[in-house]
């Protein structure tokens, strides 16, 4: 499957009022290479492996495979993580048609929040909430691979 999304700095947190959903998530990767990335990740009562590929020109494109699995084996996965858990809080909040996933960053992240939306193609228009910042789609640094390896609060 290819996943099109875009990505964005979020200037206010008036979005927490229009959220019909929250979830506390914890993550991990066992490889962040950018070519192939693997992912674990527990969200709220359910986890998930997932594999992203490295993004096409536009970065707006990539392939994804998820697959559900057990809590307990998404706990023991994240034992063989490398360095870097992330740590956040996700809340959905619609947009029009649309809904974005705004996540707000704790621990080594804290202070970082980014909102995504998956688009069925790189043209598609969408409805963007005042709360919406500058698009950082294709900087590298704002994708969770890049952060639990280099963390916010340790950029300059």
């Known amino acids: 499957m290819i996943e099109i999304e875009r990505k964005f700095l979020v200037t206010s947190d008036a979005f927490k009022d229009e959220a019909f959903a929250k979830n506390i998530i914890a ?9 192939r990335t693997v992912r674990v990740r527990i969200k709220g009562e359910k986890a998930f492996l997932t ?13 994804e495979w998820e697959k559900e699995i057990p ?3 998404a706990q023991q996965l994240l034992q063989l993580c490398e360095k870097g858990t992330i740590e956040k809080t996700r809340f959905e909040v619609k947009s029009g048609k649309h809904v974005f996933e705004i996540d707000e960053f704790y621990g080594n992240n804290n202070g970082l929040i980014i909102a995504e939306i998956e688009l069925t193609s790189e043209e598609e228009l969408f409805e963007k909430p005042f709360w919406l910042g500058k698009e950082v789609t294709n900087d590298n640094r704002y994708y969770n691979a890049y952060l639990s390896q280099t963390p916010f609060l340790e950029w300059e």
């Open 51 to 63: 594999i992203k590929g490295k993004g096409n020109e536009s970065g707006l494109s990539r392939f």
């Open 71 to 73: 809590v307990d084996e």
């Open 27 to 35: 993550q991990g990767y066992l490889n962040t290479n950018p070519e």
